[in-house]
C-alpha cells in the first residue's frame, strides 16, 4: 500500500488550486442515469471514488469515458442492478437507487454495509422513496425495490437534512408523476450543485438551497454540458494548511462563499483570510493562534468533512478548546494517532477536548478515513522530524493529486508506491 512521507516544518507558501467537489461530482455522475442524449461533464477530479462511479455506471448501462477532467455519458439500455463488488467500496452507489427505480420502475441495489465513521444506515431514503409508492425488500444483502409504474409525487418531511437522502430524492422526483416537495431538505452547496445539474437537464426544480425543495416531475430529461463546482473541503484543508505551517496561500478557484463557518472558526482561531478577484489569501494575522469550541452541523453550520483538519490545527493553538461531533457517532479516529505526534486530545462521547501543545513530532501513523487522513498529513506538515502517513488509499478517494500540490508551495512530501 502506498505512504506518504512528509519532513514536516516547512511554512507553505505560493498558490494552490483547489479541484472540482468530489462531493458534487459523484451524485452528479449518477444523475447522468436519468438523461437521454449525451452529457459532459467538466472539472471532475481524478479520484478513486469517480473511478469506481464511472465503473458503476458503465455495469448499469451507461457508457462513460474520462478525459482529463471531463466525463462524457451516454445512457442506452439500462440494468437495474449495482453489485456489491462496487457498492462496498463506495457509499454513494446507494445514489443510483432513486434515479433507476424513476426510470425502470425496479432497482436492486446492494446494502452498503458499515463504514469506517459510523453504521450511516439509508433508511431515510428508503422511507422517502416509500411515500413516492416504491416497495423495498431486504434480501441476500441487497435493497431491492420496486414500484408500479412512475413514482409519484409526494409530500416528504425528513426527520434528519440527510444529504445523499435528498439527492437520491431529488433525481427520484426529477422523472415523478406531479409535484415532490422536500421538507427539512439538505442545503448543502453540492445539493445545490445537483439541482442545477438537473434543471441544466430539463428538470423543475426550485427552492434548493433552502430547506424546502419543490421538484415538478418532466417527462423525460436531456443531455447537457456542466462544470462541477469546485470543492469546498478540500478548499477549506488548504486554508488549514497554512495556518498550521505558519505559511501563506493563494487559494485559487476556490467556493470561499460556501466556506462561512469554516472562515469564521478560522478567523476566530486567529486566521487571516482575505478573497480577491477569484483566489482566497490565507495566513496567521499575528503569528499567535487562539483554540476555540466548534460542534458540526449541517450547512450552513461547521462541516463534519472539515473537523479533522481543525482538531489538527488546535493542537498549535493556545489554550484549550472543544469539538463536538453531532453528524456522525464514530468519527475521531484521527485523535489517536494525533495523541502519537504529541497531540494532548481526550475524549468524552461526541466531544473531544484538546489542549494546544505549541508542537507535534512525527512519527508513522494509520489513517482510517478521508478526512482523518487530510488531518494526519496537516498534523505532519507542521510537525518536527518525519511523520509517514499509511493507508493514503483513504485520501486518494478525496484530494486530487494532494502530494503534487502540497509540494508545489514547498511541502516536504512524497509518496512512497507499495
Ligand atoms: C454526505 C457526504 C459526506 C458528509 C456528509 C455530511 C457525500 C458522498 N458524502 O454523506 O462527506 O460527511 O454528507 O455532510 O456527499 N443517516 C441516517 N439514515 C439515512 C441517511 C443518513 O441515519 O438514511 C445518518 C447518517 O448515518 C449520518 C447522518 O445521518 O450519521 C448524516 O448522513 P448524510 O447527511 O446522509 O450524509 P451522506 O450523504 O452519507
Not at 420496486?146 to 409526494?154: E, F, H, V, Y
Request: aromatic share 6%.
Amino acid at each position: 500500500m502506498d505512504k506518504l512521507i512528509i519532513e514536516g516544518g516547512v511554512p507553505l507558501e505560493g498558490e494552490i488550486r483547489v479541484s472540482g467537489s468530489k462531493n458534487a461530482a459523484l451524485p452528479i455522475l449518477m444523475a447522468c442515469l436519468l438523461a437521454q442524449g449525451p452529457v459532459e461533464l467538466s472539472n471532475v477530479p481524478r479520484l478513486a471514488d469517480i473511478h469506481t462511479s464511472l465503473k458503476l455506471l458503465n455495469i448499469l448501462g451507461c457508457s462513460c469515458s474520462f478525459e482529463g477532467n471531463r466525463v462524457y455519458s451516454e445512457c442506452r439500455n439500462l440494468v437495474p442492478e449495482a453489485p456489491y463488488e462496487l457498492v462496498k467500496t463506495m457509499r454513494a452507489s446507494v445514489l443510483c437507487l432513486g434515479p433507476l427505480l424513476a426510470l425502470l420502475g425496479e432497482a436492486r441495489v446492494a446494502l452498503p454495509g458499515g463504514c469506517a465513521i459510523g453504521a450511516r444506515p439509508v433508511d431515510l431514503h428508503l422511507k422517502a422513496l416509500e411515500k413516492m409508492g416504491a416497495e423495498f425488500k431486504l434480501t441476500e444483502g441487497y435493497i431491492k425495490g420496486t414500484c408500479k409504474g412512475r413514482l409519484k409525487g409526494a409530500h416528504i418531511t425528513f426527520d434528519f437534512p440527510t444529504v445523499g437522502g435528498t439527492e437520491n430524492l431529488l433525481m427520484a422526483a426529477s422523472l415523478a408523476d406531479g409535484e415532490t416537495i422536500l421538507e427539512n431538505a439538505a442545503r448543502e452547496p453540492e445539493v445545490v450543485d445537483l439541482a442545477n445539474f438537473l434543471i441544466a437537464c430539463g428538470a423543475d426544480i426550485s427552492g434548493h438551497g433552502t430547506s424546502v425543495i419543490t421538484v415538478r416531475g418532466v417527462d423525460s430529461l436531456k443531455g447537457c454540458a456542466y462544470r462541477v463546482m469546485p470543492d469546498r473541503i478540500e478548499a477549506g484543508t488548504y486554508m488549514v494548511a497554512a495556518a498550521i505551517t505558519d505559511g501563506e496561500l493563494r487559494i485559487m478557484d476556490c467556493p470561499y462563499q460556501e466556506l462561512d463557518a469554516v472562515a469564521y472558526k478560522l478567523r476566530e482561531m486567529g486566521v487571516w483570510l482575505q478573497e480577491e478577484n477569484g483566489y482566497v489569501l490565507v495566513r496567521r494575522e499575528n503569528g499567535v493562534l487562539r483554540n476555540v469550541d466548534v460542534t458540526t452541523q449541517p450547512f450552513p453550520g461547521y462541516p463534519t468533512d472539515m473537523q479533522a483538519q481543525l482538531m489538527a490545527l488546535m493542537c498549535f493553538g493556545e489554550g484549550a478548546g472543544t469539538v463536538e461531533e453531532k453528524i456522525f457517532e464514530n468519527r475521531f479516529m484521527h485523535v489517536l494517532e494525533l495523541v502519537r505526534l504529541g497531540a494532548d486530545v481526550r475524549l468524552r462521547g461526541r466531544t473531544a477536548m484538546v489542549r494546544g501543545v505549541g508542537k507535534l513530532v512525527g512519527a508513522p501513523v494509520m489513517a482510517s478515513d478521508l478526512r482523518a487522513s487530510a488531518s494526519l498529513v496537516l498534523a505532519g506538515l507542521a510537525a518536527q522530524g518525519a511523520t509517514e502517513v499509511q493507508r493514503i488509499y483513504h485520501l486518494d478517494r478525496g484530494y486530487e493529486r494532494i502530494e503534487e500540490k502540497l509540494s508545489g508551495v514547498g511541502g516536504r512530501i512524497r509518496r512512497v508506491r507499495a
